[in-house]
T-cell receptor, first 112, second 115 residues
Framework: SQKIEQNSEALNIQEGKTATLTCNYT??????LQWYRQDPGRGPVFLLL?????KEKRKERLKVTFDTTLKQSLFHITASQPADSATYLC???????????FGKGTTLSVSS | EAEVAQSPRYKITEKSQAVAFWCDPI?????LYWYRQILGQGPELLVQ????????DSQLPKDRFSAERLKGVDSTLKIQPAELGDSAMYLC?????????????FGNGTRLTVT
């Protein structure tokens, strides 16, 4: 069956460290993978998109990698801050033109 | 920055009652989605519109849920009758086009509680 798995439900790290979140998928061949941030009681907010032919994408303190052989994407936040505390969702397309399918999310807590 | 508007923000209803949610997407966005998010889970697609046409409603429980986007702009999602298991956050999102590389812009949702 098709699955998207985000490594853990919760990740706790110290301020200033790098947070690494994992998104694994099975039985999909996505052309794109996206990452979203969701704060409690709010809708998800788009962060980054990476294409299947891209290995890495960066935006400020964020970095996303996409390994289609491992069927895995890694999402990194460097120099993490308490304001980065939120739930991070990965999402992919299972067929061109179809709606995104989301993982359950990983809740990141950054303590000062 | 333009936003997706949703109302109401919260809705409490008794089971067997009817309930409706409204969404106004970002101007010019042809594609509109309704997702349902249960606490602790990721959003799950209910229905996708391209302009006024339904593209995908395969996951919409059609015996009780209906959705429309009559003029290809704003949209309404209705549940009748509501059941206890319908308690969730209902999220509307829009994108410029229906391609996978188009980021979704979400509203802040309607939190539905069925008692």
């Amino acid at each position: 069956s098709q699955k998207i798995e985000q490594n853990s439900e919760a990740l706790n790290i110290q301020e200033g460290k790098t947070a690494t979140l994992t998104c694994n998928y099975t039985n999909y061949s996505p052309a794109y993978l996206q990452w979203y941030r969701q704060d409690p009681g709010r809708g998800p907010v788009f962060l980054l998109l990476i294409r299947e032919n891209e290995k890495e994408k960066r935006k400020e303190r964020l970095k996303v990698t996409f390994d289609t052989t491992l069927k895995q994407s890694l999402f990194h936040i460097t120099a993490s801050q308490p304001a980065d505390s939120a739930t991070y969702l990965c999402a992919l397309d299972h067929q061109a033109g179809t709606a995104l399918i989301f993982g359950k999310g990983t809740t990141l807590s950054v303590s000062s | 920055e333009a936003e997706v508007a949703q109302s109401p923000r919260y809705k409490i209803t008794e089971k067997s009652q009817a309930v409706a949610f409204w969404c106004d997407p970002i101007s010019g966005h042809a594609t509109l989605y309704w997702y349902r998010q249960i606490l602790g889970q990721g959003p799950e697609l209910l229905v996708q519109f391209q302009d006024e046409s339904v593209v995908d409603d395969s996951q919409l429980p059609k015996d009780r849920f209906s959705a429309e986007r009559l003029k290809g702009v704003d949209s309404t999602l209705k549940i009748q009758p509501a059941e206890l298991g319908d308690s969730a956050m209902y999220l509307c999102a829009s994108s410029i086009r229906d391609r996978s590389e188009s980021p979704l812009h979400f509203g802040n949702g309607t939190r539905l509680t069925v008692t």
